[in-house]
T-cell receptor
Framework: DTAVSQTPKYLVTQMGNDKSIKCEQNLGHDTMYWYKQDSKKFLKIMFSYNNKELIINETVPNRFSPKSPDKAHLNLHINSLELGDSAVYFC??????????FGSGTRLTVV | AQRVTQPEKLLSVFKGAPVELKCNYSYSGSPELFWYVQYSRQRLQLLLRHISRESIKGFTADLNKGETSFHLKKPFAQEEDSAMYYCALSNAGNMLTFGGGTRLMVKP
């Protein structure tokens, strides 16, 4: 059983398209996150979300939006994709401070 | 604002040599620090946390508040230690801020 699963693993799409990446966790964690890993392997927090609060990194463009239908899911919607959005996106969840469980990542390529 | 700095992008050592991956942080509160590891084609996973004071896979890390450092050490590197290593700091809101990562290459 995969604790944090993301789909799809790979996503190739054209500029201007709208796409979604799904994330599900079966750990019963309260908080979920999205991180972006760029080509230089730098990891940057995009969103943190629990059933009470959404925290958005102010540097994230508003073309990116998280959607959480329930506590076990946090999907990432991206509108009007740009070349610079190409990266690996990681979903994670946590219950205890700093102890994150990460998904295997979604490699997004915008052409 | 909190910040985590890993000054080395790449660290290359021979098998059996000691290894130290450097991490410095800045944070106004009481820090909680972690090391995460990402092996090739695998997901990022927690290696160790400073409050546990544990040794995982032979790695240890000591929090030095005076020097604001949390360096990761292993006395004898193994080839299977080759990976990306990320130092991370957790704030009061349980959000992890990661350093830029250090790629460790252990040569035979």
């Amino acid at each position: 059983d995969t604790a944090v699963s993301q789909t799809p693993k790979y996503l190739v799409t054209q500029m201007g398209n709208d796409k979604s990446i799904k994330c599900e966790q079966n750990l019963g964690h309260d908080t979920m996150y999205w991180y972006k890993q760029d080509s230089k392997k730098f990891l940057k927090i995009m969103f943190s979300y629990n059933n009470k609060e959404l925290i958005i990194n102010e540097t994230v463009p508003n073309r990116f939006s998280p959607k959480s239908p329930d506590k076990a899911h946090l999907n990432l919607h991206i509108n009007s994709l740009e070349l610079g959005d190409s990266a690996v996106y990681f979903c994670a969840s946590s219950h205890r401070t700093g102890d994150y469980t990460f998904g295997s990542g979604t490699r997004l390529t915008v052409v | 604002a909190q910040r985590v700095t890993q000054p080395e992008k790449l660290l290359s050592v021979f098998k059996g040599a000691p290894v130290e991956l450097k991490c410095n942080y800045s944070y106004s509160g009481s820090p909680e620090l972690f090391w995460y590891v990402q092996y090739s084609r695998q997901r990022l996973q927690l290696l160790l946390r400073h409050i546990s004071r544990e040794s995982i896979k032979g790695f240890t890390a000591d929090l030095n508040k005076g020097e604001t450092s949390f360096h990761l050490k292993k006395p004898f590197a193994q080839e299977e230690d080759s990976a990306m290593y990320y130092c991370a700091l957790s704030n009061a809101g349980n959000m992890l801020t990661f350093g830029g990562g250090t790629r460790l290459m252990v040569k035979p």
